[in-house]
């Protein structure tokens, strides 16, 4: 395990278990203002649960889904065998002291901050100190995950995030708030340059700030091959996880995300490869020469097997 990682592992609020810092391939979008959809959401077997209070929720209906969001945490809270994290709406809006006032008295495992900047999170995480003193939780203990690309001026600061927040657990991209900020037309064809360049710049950002990076929702949540191809190129590109947006799509970005038994094996032989010949620069395995770099991938590997674990 990295330091952040070891950092990240577990701690107590008032007697309650905060979930150990897993692995999360699968962050699940539930509306706050359905108990219906909130229920189901502990059924899909998400890594993360995102207890939504943005977009899913009209503003004559974000006082009503506050109170169902902090009622869903405070049943399942205590028997959490997922991470819970609450999507407030941005740090400028209106609502947002309501929000975050309200969910944090139950202990969520973390904030998803939408349209976020670096400034934003270095702002969340005093808020969230001073709220962890007054509710008796763990210092630094609540996560803060990022929504990074959803305006114009975040694209400019996706590598200014280093040192921003111990809290901080990662970056994701989304394409649709930006898209409308843009005035672009999305089609079937996919995304085009602007989309890719918000894309790389969210995994290259994250990977500078030494946290993971989180692909955007699939939209077409009926077709599981075109999921599964863009779960599979995210995954060979760097990111840890995907976000989705119905509990069918659940099973097909876990099983993307997570290492396969060839790729455990290969690990395995290229860790026992180097810890036996220490000094070696590069060591052939399986008819190919690994050198350093490929040591430090397989490192990661194990680590994610076993943070799944």
């Not at 999360?24 to 502990?42: T, V």
């Not at 994250?206 to 939209?219: I, K, Q, R, S």
Request: charged residues 20%.
């Amino acid at each position: 395990m990295s330091h952040r990682e070891i950092s990240n592992c577990g701690a107590i609020a008032y007697g309650r278990p905060l979930l150990q810092h897993k692995m999360i391939r699968s962050l699940l979008f539930a509306p706050g203002n359905s108990e219906r959809k909130l229920e189901r959401a502990l059924t899909s077997g998400a890594d993360a649960v995102i207890l939504d209070l943005e977009d899913s929720v009209s503003a004559t209906q974000k006082a009503a889904a506050r109170a169902l969001v902090t009622t869903f945490l405070r049943a399942h809270a205590p028997h959490r065998t997922q991470h819970f994290y609450v999507r407030v709406n941005p740090i400028e809006s209106v609502f947002f002291e309501s929000d975050l006032a309200a969910v944090m008295a139950e202990h969520p495992d973390g904030i998803l901050l939408p349209k976020s900047e670096p400034k934003h999170v270095r702002s969340l995480s005093t808020k969230l100190a001073t709220l962890e003193d007054t509710h008796g939780i763990a210092p630094g203990s609540v996560k803060i995950i990022c929504i990074a690309t959803e305006t114009p001026s975040s694209i400019f600061a996706l590598g200014s995030y280093l040192g921003t927040s111990d809290r901080l657990a990662g970056l994701a991209w989304g394409a649709e708030d930006l898209a409308a900020s843009l005035g672009a037309v999305r089609t079937e064809h996919g995304f085009d340059d602007v989309y890719r360049l918000a894309r790389t710049l969210c995994l290259l950002g994250a990977a500078a700030a030494g946290v993971e990076a989180f692909d955007t929702v699939y939209l077409n949540y009926k077709n599981t091959s075109g999921l599964r191809d863009e779960s599979a190129a995210a995954r060979r590109s760097g990111f840890a996880g995907k976000l989705a947006i119905h509990p069918d799509q659940v099973p097909t970005i876990n099983d993307a995300f997570s290492p396969t038994k060839e790729e455990i094996a290969w690990a395995n032989r290229v860790i026992s490869s180097f810890e036996s010949n220490p000094d070696a620069g590069a060591i052939g395995i399986d008819g190919e020469m690994v050198d350093r770099p490929h040591y430090i991938l397989a490192q990661r590997i194990l680590s994610r097997v076993a943070r799944s674990q």
